[in-house]
């Protein structure tokens, strides 16, 4: 008898997230001077930080997807490709639910911000950052990483963004299925899915 193995990027998302935001710190300056740029904190910031950065968005998509695959059961690739937005109103529309609500809370407005300090590192163009040995207060290319690469910013986004996904799933009628693995055999377990109707 053969079995069926499945994967769930939420799940690898979500620790990637956890584990390298506990490799950043809190300051992105020197000890003895607020206001002097510490290369080195800032690396490290920028290389954890930018981990979590694509994983908590990654773990957004990866979740409605699952909604639309295994929820919906919708097939067809179009959809599985269009904008986070695109996604939430085909979804909401199929439910019968009003996302407004949930769309004025933290959440939301935490995915895309952090969404779009993904896309500009993604879509990089510019690499001056600022003038002299001060921090500038926001970065010349409209990151402002100097500010939301840090632990506690981060942390943030972390928590608001998995506050949003409850708070759809609740929305919706669905179970975050926080128990399965990443990568899960039916064999084991009937419920291989991160987002489910039912939990068997």
Same mark, same amino acid.
């Given at each position: 008898?053969?079995f069926?193995?499945?994967?769930?990027m939420e799940?690898?998302?979500?620790?990637?997230?956890?584990e390298?935001?506990?490799k950043?710190?809190?300051?992105?300056?020197?000890?003895y001077?607020?206001?002097i740029?510490?290369?080195? *904190?800032? =690396? #490290?910031? $920028?290389? @954890?930080?930018? !981990?979590?950065?694509?994983?908590?968005?990654?773990y957004?998509?990866?979740?409605?997807?699952?909604i639309?695959r295994?929820?919906i059961?919708y097939?067809?690739?179009?959809?599985?490709?269009?904008?986070i937005?695109?996604?939430?109103?085909?979804i909401?529309?199929?439910?019968?639910?009003?996302?407004?609500?949930?769309?004025s809370?933290?959440?939301?407005a935490?995915? *895309?911000? =952090? #969404?779009? $300090?993904? @896309?500009?590192? !993604?879509?990089?163009?510019?690499?001056?950052?600022?003038?002299g040995t001060?921090?500038?207060s926001?970065?010349e290319n409209k990151?402002?990483?100097f500010?939301l690469f840090t632990k506690?910013k981060m942390?943030d986004?972390?928590?608001?963004i998995?506050?949003l996904?409850?708070?759809?799933?609740q929305d919706l009628?669905?179970i975050?299925?926080?128990?399965?693995s990443?990568?899960?055999?039916?064999g084991k377990d009937?419920n291989v899915?991160?987002v489910?109707t039912?939990?068997?």
């Amino acid at each position: 008898m053969a079995f069926s193995y499945y994967m769930n990027m939420e799940v690898i998302s979500l620790e990637n997230a956890t584990e390298h935001v506990e490799k950043m710190t809190n300051s992105n300056t020197v000890d003895y001077d607020e206001y002097i740029c510490d290369d080195e *904190k800032l =690396l #490290n910031n $920028l290389k @954890n930080g930018w !981990i979590v950065a694509v994983s908590m968005c990654n773990y957004l998509e990866s979740f409605l997807n699952t909604i639309l695959r295994d929820c919906i059961h919708y097939d067809k690739e179009n959809l599985m490709k269009a904008s986070i937005d695109d996604k939430i109103e085909i979804i909401y529309l199929y439910y019968k639910k009003d996302f407004s609500n949930t769309k004025s809370k933290d959440g939301w407005a935490k995915f *895309k911000e =952090l #969404n779009k $300090l993904r @896309n500009n590192l !993604i879509h990089y163009k510019i690499n001056f950052l600022g003038y002299g040995t001060d921090v500038p207060s926001k970065w010349e290319n409209k990151l402002n990483g100097f500010d939301l690469f840090t632990k506690n910013k981060m942390l943030d986004f972390i928590n608001k963004i998995c506050e949003l996904a409850k708070d759809i799933a609740q929305d919706l009628h669905l179970i975050i299925n926080d128990k399965v693995s990443t990568i899960i055999c039916d064999g084991k377990d009937i419920n291989v899915s991160y987002v489910t109707t039912k939990i068997y």
